[in-house]
Every structure is written in structure tokens, then in C-alpha cells.
């Protein structure tokens, strides 16, 4: 399959890069923000991971990769986590399910779908990485929660990610652009 | 186009390459953070590396002010469908602090009683056995609480600009909540006492036991390091001992849980509310005679430099006293 890299001029791939960095550090910050009810807590941690499934398939890779790296150690700062989670994670996240193999449907179930699989596949990687590699425990509950409100808000977050696109240029400039569009 | 192309394929190798290289890198750093002593905050260990200020904090500084406004709404929404929660069951909560009210009117007396009696044996003894917790608290503001799978800390709005330092206590309403681990000019982390890496000294009032709490990133922290002959019961109250010497002995922590033979859980009293200010208590940590002896030679060395500078002018020396020998 031929690639992105292929169709997306140099400046406008590192623009849409940059734009796709800021805008997840955005996120990252917004992730922060939590709430507890009777004793469960509600986070919006994984926020940021819905940003890379949905990264602009016609950024430059080099830029977005390392972009995706700083975000990462920038999560794991701004989380007190463990150093290297978020950028791990993000990174295996990034790699296989690379920008030029990507569904550019915009049949929203069909979206919703394939964030549904990201996100089981990102909660139990995060939970072996915890298991095997940081030999330590992780809240189970706390991560399921984030990721079903993910799974909840990606409609939203979704829709308003679309409208952004439209505002700021061409819907298309957002995603894998082919020669026979 | 063509040089869009062979930017693409040489894109399509290098890629991958870099990709890989950044994950390598990436997990030697989730290496270096793997279990052991790495990561484990103790109080003493935050205290004994602590810093005016913590360069780490410089971002934090810079997001607090943000943060805070975003997180203004959901706080709200929390304490309203706390509120509401609460005029549910006003009736009983009236009934029920009634009772107590009364019970601790005369605890209240006893206390003062005895705080009279302590402080003539005091005057008697020429000692001072004075009370562990400052009188003085920093009031601050919880911005973001992040109670995520992997760590449990909080940022509050209060850095070195209001005199918290590393290691300080930070309390809720009802009970410790954590203790500080870095701090910025107008910002500060605070570990949870459910994280983790979190490990406080504790001991029982009624029966003096100690123990070691430790955080599990679950709602429910565990007690460690329990001697054997140790008299720990179910429903014990769990205050710090201050053993550490650097968290002031007496703080209310929770209610001891047994949960097995050998296991004991800790219910943590500042859990179950949206904590929204908490008291930051600067209690000064008692210093190793080690650091303590190196302060001193520092502030000797710059006695001594001023001296071999010479006296600034304007300032009088004042004249040397002759003593009895001459």
C-alpha cells in the first residue's frame, strides 16, 4: 500500500505534526482533571491516547514520533506515574497501527469500534508493562473506569475533532490523502 | 511531487528505524523506574533530598493557574452531588452529631484538665514535652487530583511562596491526606497516602503498636512491618507515630481493617469526600547529627569567608573586651 508519505507535501505533513503535538499536550493537561464518587474515581487519563488513534494519518512520521515521545514523558510528568509508561505505550501504539494503514472511514460506528479495540488493547498492555516490567501493582478498576469513559466521550470528542478539521481547512487535510480522491 | 515521493520513501525506512530506537530508549527509562527503592517515597527520603525549590516543578508552576480554572466545573459538580448526598440523610447525621457532640464536651473537659496537668509537671520538671503539631497550617487549594492506575498525587496551589518545603504533612478536614514531594514557587505535589510508593510510620493510641503504612494504589493502604507481639486490633485508630522524624506524631490517619491472619488494611479517614482545601502543617523535620554538623560548618565557613573579606564599611567593630587573663 502506498503510503502517506507519498501524497502529503513536506510543509503541510510537519504542520499537521505540530498542530497534532500542541493539541495532545492540550489534552494531556486536560487528562489530569478527575473526580470521586462513593469511593470511584472518574479520570479522564486516557484522553490523550484517543488523540494518537486519532492522529492526522498525513503528518510527517518523524515529527509525529517524536512528538509522541516528549507527550509521553510530558504524561508520565504531569501523572507521577512511572517514567517511560505513557511514551512505551504511545509509542507501540503508534508504530502498529501506523498512519498509513489507517481506516480513514468516517462512519462514526465504525470509529467508535476501532477506539474500542485500541483502548482494550492499550489497558492490557499497561497492565502487563505493570505486571512484568515494573513489577508492581496497578489499580485495575481505576484504569477499566478511564477506559469506558473513553469509550463514552469518543462520540464527543469524535465530532469535535471533525468540526476542528473543517474550521481549520480542508476536512481532508486531516487525514491520508489520495491521489484518487 | 517527485521530491514529496522520495522524501515519502526515504520517510517509509526511517521511520520504523527512529520509531524503534525512541521505544528502546522509552523503556530503559521504565526500567530504571522498576520496583525496588526507586520510586518509594518515603517521608524521611522526600525530607532528606528536599529542596527549596524543585527545578521539576518549573512546568507545574506554569499549568496550575489552567488547571485550576478547568477543573473549577467538575469540582463543583462533585461537591453539589456531595451536598445533595448529604441533605438525604440530614436528619440522622443531626441525631448523630448531637451524641458525639456530647460525648466530646466532656472529652473536651478531660482534655483540658490534663493539658493543665502537663504543663504544671512540665513547669515542675523544667521540660518541654510540647505538642508534635504546629499550631501554624498553610491553607491551600487541591487543584487536580489524579487518582490514575499507576499513582495517586495531587497538585496543589501553594509552593515555596507560602513556606512549604519537602516533606511536609498536608491534611484534610478529618485526616492526613499525604505529605509533599516537590515543590514549585507557586505550586506543590502531593504523594497520597494510597500510592504506591507512599510509606508512613504509624502506631495505634490505645496500644502504642507500630507499623509501617503502605500505600497499594487502591483505596486501601496496608500495614507493614508489624511486630510479632505487636497489639493491633480490629477498628484500632491509626495516627502518625513520627518515628521517621519527620511527620509530627498524633495525626489522624484512619481505622485499621483486619482482613486475615497477617493482613491488616488501613480505611483511610480523608477518603469518601471531595476534598477540596487542605492544610499544609510546616513542621520542621528533626535533622540527623550528620546534617546537622554540616550546616553548621557551612554557616562557620561563611562566618569565616566574611571575616577574610574584611568588614563592610560603615560597620563598627566594636572594641575587644579584655578578659581577666590579659
Known sequence: MAGSYDYTPAPRARRYAIIATVVTAVLCVISQIGMTFDGLEFGFLMLPTLAIYLWPTGANPILSVLGIFLLGFFQDYLSYGPTGLWPVTWLVLFLIYRPDL???????????????????????????????????????????????????????????????????????????????? | ??????????????????????????????????????????????AAHSAPKSPSMGIADKIIVPLAVMTMPFRGVEKMIGEGRARSDVYAENARLKARLSQLSDAEMRANALAMKIKRFETLLSADVGLDIPAQKIAGRVVSENNGPFARSALLNVGTNAGVRNGHAVMTEQALYGHIVAVGKRSSRVLLLEDINSRIAVMSPRSEARAIMVGTNTVEPKLLFVARDADWKDGDVIVTSGDEGVLPRGLPVGVMKQRGADKRGVVLSSLGQAVDWVWVYPFEPIQTPEQDSAQQDIADKDTADENEMGTPSGVEVPAAVPTEDG
Open chain 2, 1 to 46: 511531487m517527485l521530491g514529496d515521493s522520495q522524501q515519502g520513501n526515504r520517510g517509509r525506512f526511517v521511520f520504523p528505524i527512529i520509531g524503534g530506537l525512541l521505544v528502546i530508549i522509552a523503556f530503559l527509562f521504565l526500567l530504571s523506574s522498576r520496583g525496588g527503592d526507586n520510586g518509594v517515597e518515603t517521608v524521611a527520603s522526600t
Open chain 1, 102 to 181: 489507517r481506516d480513514t472511514s468516517q462512519f462514526l460506528l465504525w470509529q467508535w469500534v476501532g477506539a474500542a479495540i485500541v483502548l482494550a488493547c492499550v489497558w492490557a498492555f499497561q497492565i502487563a508493562l505493570a505486571k512484568f516490567v515494573l513489577a508492581s501493582s496497578v489499580n485495575v478498576k481505576s484504569l477499566t473506569l478511564s477506559v469506558l469513559i473513553m469509550l463514552v466521550v469518543f462520540p464527543v470528542f469524535y465530532l469535535i475533532r471533525e468540526y476542528s478539521a473543517r474550521l481549520f481547512g480542508n476536512r481532508n487535510d486531516f487525514y491520508y490523502e489520495s491521489p484518487a480522491r
